[in-house]
């Protein structure tokens, strides 16, 4: 069965940091590359950052460049979102996805919620 479980969210001061994981079972984690995605309530879901198979390719959206940092353990099955100097727009359910190198179907998160305000 697969699953992916992400942790790591809530309420966090503006200028604050806060790390969020995505465990990964149920599949083989190395053949992946993941994405972690935020949605706001009535707004699409938007990309923030991706990682290649073997963490050494990484992509952000240009609002988190330089405050956010990507990364997987492919020895823990688990991704990472390093969230650092948070501003309150960064508020929204994140969530992290899974997609094959050959296959097409793809695996979401039940997201968590982080809240950047005081």
């Known amino acids: 069965q697969v699953q992916l479980v992400e942790s790591g969210g809530g309420l966090v001061q503006p200028g604050g940091s806060v790390r969020l994981s995505c465990a990964a079972s149920?599949?083989?984690?190395?053949?992946?590359?993941f994405s972690w995605f935020r949605q706001v309530s009535g707004k699409e879901r938007e990309l923030v950052a991706h990682i290649g198979t073997a963490g050494d390719a990484t992509n952000y959206h240009h609002s988190v460049q330089g405050r956010f940092t990507i990364s997987r353990d492919n020895g823990k099955n688990t991704v990472y979102l390093q969230m650092n100097s948070l501003k309150p727009e960064d508020t929204a359910v994140y969530y992290c996805?899974?997609?094959?190198?050959?296959?097409?179907?793809?695996?979401w998160g039940q997201g968590t919620q982080v809240t950047v305000s005081s």
């Open positions: 149920g599949f083989i984690f190395s053949e992946f590359v």
């Open positions: 996805n899974a997609v094959p190198l050959i296959g097409a179907s793809d695996y």
